[in-house]
């Protein structure tokens, strides 16, 4: 299938229907989902490894203080590239950008597409992980399809769509290569276990957080969690796989409209602060 152009998500026509006609799966069939909310901390701690990515974090975020604000920019992101309007992508294109300016240093760059091209590749990686462990593998052709589409994630920005893996196999390689490079130092694994603390989250999720950390933990691949000295035995495993044979069945009994509110909600305030001109991140 024949890429487009820079940012933009490749078409999927000829990807519409499995090999049995079935209709294929696409990113926006399961990115809405409030499932995906439960990825989002693992997702971070993998961009924190990458040392790019993890100085510019820990030196310039102000993800500490305030990260309710954070998670509202990086949803809106990836609702606005895979959910919003050409108009919408454009305009949180411009945002980012803006806040990628100061980003920088000797060391790092916001604007590195090899870094914005990780970033892409975690959001990817676990959206696909979230959907086989609440819905069941994708079938062959949706898994091309799912794969294509999230280049977007990259695209959108500075990374080239010839930096993209061409094949699903090609990305899993990546993954491992990238994998290998990744360390953490003092600095950002100091920054990480304050940031899994979560004593300035609101009053309200307190309650939730030592489930947020455990999930975050135990979607983290055993490499990511011995280059952050988070501890994880064998105890653990077997309460986080039994968390995740319940998970899916309690889930899959909640009505879709409920399960979709917080994507409604997050794309409704997006599109409040865009027409006010008052940006995503206060």
């Given amino acids: 299938m024949a890429r487009t152009g820079h940012g933009a998500a490749p078409h999927a ?17 399961y990115v809405d989902e409030a499932y995906v909310f439960l990825g989002a901390g693992a997702a971070i701690l993998l961009q924190l490894a990458m040392p790019g990515v993890g100085h510019g974090v820990a030196d310039h975020s102000d993800v500490l203080h ?32 803006k806040a990628h300016v100061p980003v920088r240093s000797e060391t790092y760059n916001a604007f590195d597409p090899d870094l ?9 990686h676990g959206g696909v992980d979230l959907h086989r462990r609440f819905r069941g593998p994708l079938r062959p052709v949706s898994a091309e399809r799912v794969y294509r589409e999230s280049m977007a994630y990259g ?14 196999a090609g990305f899993d390689r ?17 920054f990480t276990h304050t940031l899994l603390a979560t004593r300035s989250a609101p009053w309200f999720l307190r309650p939730l957080m030592p489930l947020n950390r455990f999930v975050t933990k135990g979607l983290l691949p055993q ?13 653990h495993q077997r309460a986080f796989d039994l968390l995740f044979r319940i998970l899916p069945l ?17 794309l409704a305030d997006m599109r409040r602060r865009l027409r006010s001109g008052r940006g995503l991140a206060h």
């Fill in 13 to 29: 026509t000829d990807l519409a229907t499995e090999a049995d006609g079935a209709p294929t799966v696409g990113v926006a069939d």
């Fill in 66 to 97: 305030h990260p309710l604000s954070r998670l509202r920019t990086t949803m809106s992101y990836i609702y606005a590239v895979a959910l919003g309007t050409d108009d919408e992508r454009r305009e949180i294109v411009r945002m980012v950008n």
């Fill in 116 to 124: 914005q091209l990780w970033v892409a590749a975690t959001l990817y």
């Fill in 155 to 168: 695209t959108a920005l500075q990374v080239h769509p010839e930096m993209w893996p061409d094949t699903v």
């Fill in 174 to 190: 990546y993954w491992a290569r990238t994998m290998d490079t990744l360390s953490v130092d003092d600095q950002v694994r100091a």
């Fill in 223 to 235: 490499q990511a969690r011995d280059a952050f000295a988070l501890p994880w035995s064998a105890r």
């Fill in 250 to 266: 309690v889930y899959g009994v909640v009505p879709r409209f409920l399960r979709t509110m917080p994507a409604r909600l997050y």
